[in-house]
């Protein structure tokens, strides 16, 4: 195991324990950030990426939210360069504090390959998430996603919501 993926791995295990910032869920008209690292997999290799997120509650528990992503670690000289995703969330609340959701879109994503080939890679997505609401702006976030496109991919990303 990698450094970096040790580090990787550690930082999604250590999530939980920080808070985290978002507007109450199923507010129409409320606006959400979050900040997170994510995770990849794509054939053998797994690099990681920054994850900037932006969201739009425009109907209790429906969300808009876009995804940029943004060059982390790389797995033997391959990694995510750059992306950009584009979905719809529903939110199922289960109790007050935990919800699920499920979301699907459309996302890009430019990868680098040794000796520095460039890939691109366009696909439809789908994926599952969880939320644990600490209070009224306080959210932990993770979701796992999946792309079918050019290739199959999968990414587990862990983020912190916050208010805009």
Known sequence: MTLRRLFAASFLSLVPFFPGFSASAGEPNTAYGALGYSSWTLGSWHPTAWSFRGGYYFAPWLAGEMQFL???????GRLVDSGMGAYLR???????SFHVSVLAGYAHTDVIFPPGVKGTYDHSAYGLGVEWRLGRHSTLATDYISYNGDSRASSLTAVLKFPF
Do not use: Q, T, V, Y
Request: aromatic share 0%; glycine share 14%; hydrophobic share 20%.
């Open 70 to 76: 943004s060059r982390g670690g790389e797995d033997s």
């Open 90 to 96: 529903a939110e199922l609340p289960l109790s007050r």
